[in-house]
DNA sequence: CTGTTAGCGCTTTCAT
DNA sequence: ATGAAAGCGCTAACAG
């Protein structure tokens, strides 16, 4: 798609100079229609239709207007695989409500991991960024500050200067983790990922000063608060770190969790995805839910009703909206949002 | 976020002031790294960071290279709906494969049914458009047009000079209809909806010549021929239309087919999510799939496997990346695309 | 390797 | 109601 592909650019000018009028005449046609007498617009129009002028160039617009009329969302190092994802697509359908409302547009910002995703965020025409979820050490906070834009992360981590939208992690994690783990002795845990290499990993007692996203780190701290409550060390809980959010892998997991010797009676996971695999794995297993092993969600998504999970629900199209509002400069009410605990039929107690 | 909000700009020219280097210089520095001596360049980006410069301002990149490095991506009226369709979001998911390769964004236009909505397509600011399925009479066909730059639709409707990408839904739908309606003396159809106003209704046998969405039309044109090879007359067949593409409404609607003193022995959907809302209305009217009633979908999402729907494989994924690689300028190999038949528990035959 | 020139297409300001 | 002037911030194209 170069330039030369396209018919040459129509400009304002030609289509006043067509129409016999200045080219202030023709532009006001365009953004005041009423500063211009009833004869003067319908020539530029005509004139316009003629040329096949399309009217305004945004970018031009934007560059002297000093706005872009356009908000950027950053989703994380793989773009495509955030689509697939039910709590990332919620939370954009609450940015776009939004914008929509505020006749703005969306930029998804695509970010692969790279070196140059610095300078794609850069180069981004956009007005303000919504990160979301992200680790302490990715380069694109830098980037999207460099640009002395308003940003507004989602999750985490928190950076000074820049608002946060996000729900106390540690205490839903502990919350939730209190219901799941009652009665049990042993405990595990399905997590997202520790940090943006996304290794896939089960291990017992993680480290959480190694964990890089700070969401994952406040949800283990959480669950942690939660063992032991119950008088199971940490270092007791095996961890079973998924690359993605997704339930065939946090099932293969599951499996690999449920084939020890002291098997787990309780798995709390990081998603409702994750909940439905490890679900099925403990049916494969010839166990049930949730007399032989508890299990629990996170984020209360269509599919956590459907099949009976505990979950934690917060309305991520809710904080979407919220982060949206926020860059537009609307104070934040507090940057901590609701969350709460919805018990159905995968957990005991 | 007005202008007055972030601190004033820091233009390149002050940046090269401060470096005691032309602008010049300092714009080489951020495009044209090699070209510039080590010397001027660290001076250049240390008066960069003194002055809390974020590199090239990108309305202006843009402007000045006549390219703005975004695809824009047009879903329909209801954007924040689109979100909660999978098939949209696997479609949205191949158009970002493509853009990130490219070091392209996508800007989801945000179109709300209004009248302002031709303003939103002519002032986004981007190289191309791709247009998610939309009605004969949608004038956002006219503006996108207008704008004079690449634009590929999906689906349809087939409009001159503009690039198509589409499976052929007529003969898909006959297909998967000769399946679905073997055996079958009374047939129904769960459709979506027929043109932009998307009323909810049920009726026997509805007039092709009113469905404004050609993708809707086609798939409503094959089933009538698989029905009507089955000799099963169109005014025989009864379509419930439903607003939108979700499972709850098609199990509504399904509810009122199954109602009906002769009820159908087959119901065909146009998603998979509608399907799976017929076959909970099956249930529960206390028959059985496929015996009592054959049940289809469409785009052989993951739920048509959990639950064993026949089902019309399409790749939505690949369709929109095929979209993308068109507004590339990748000359298409064909505007059809491929598609099959997923046969499984739903369907007698 | 560095600098000068000449705009990209448009709109704000201030006249008329 | 209309217009002239003055750039928005940047970079191709060409000199030096």
New binding site residues.
Partial sequence: MTTSERSR?V???QVAELAG?????A??T??RPG???E??RSQVLAAATQLGYGG??PS??A????STRTLGVVLGEHLPYAFDDPAAVSFLAGIADVCTGHGYGMTIVPISGSAEDAQRITSAAVDGFILWTTADDDPVLAAVQATRRPVVIHGGPAVAQLDLVSIDNREAARAIGAIAFAGARRVAVVSQPLDRSRVSSVAAGCDLADVRFPVTRDRLAGYRAAAEAVGIAWCDVVVGVCSRNDAAEAERTAVTLLAAADRPEAIVAMSDQQAVGVVRAVRAAGLTVPEDVAVTGWDDTAIAARSGLTTVAQSLREQGAACARTVFGQALDSCTTSWSIVRRSSTRS
């Avoid at 009028?21 to 005449?25: G, K, P, Q």
């Avoid at 560059?63 to 000093?66: C, D, E, S």
């Fill in positions: 650019r400009t304002l000018a009028v200045s080219i202030m005449t532009s006001y365009y953004n500063r211009v007498s004869r003067a305004p160039d031009a617009q560059l002297r207007r000093g």
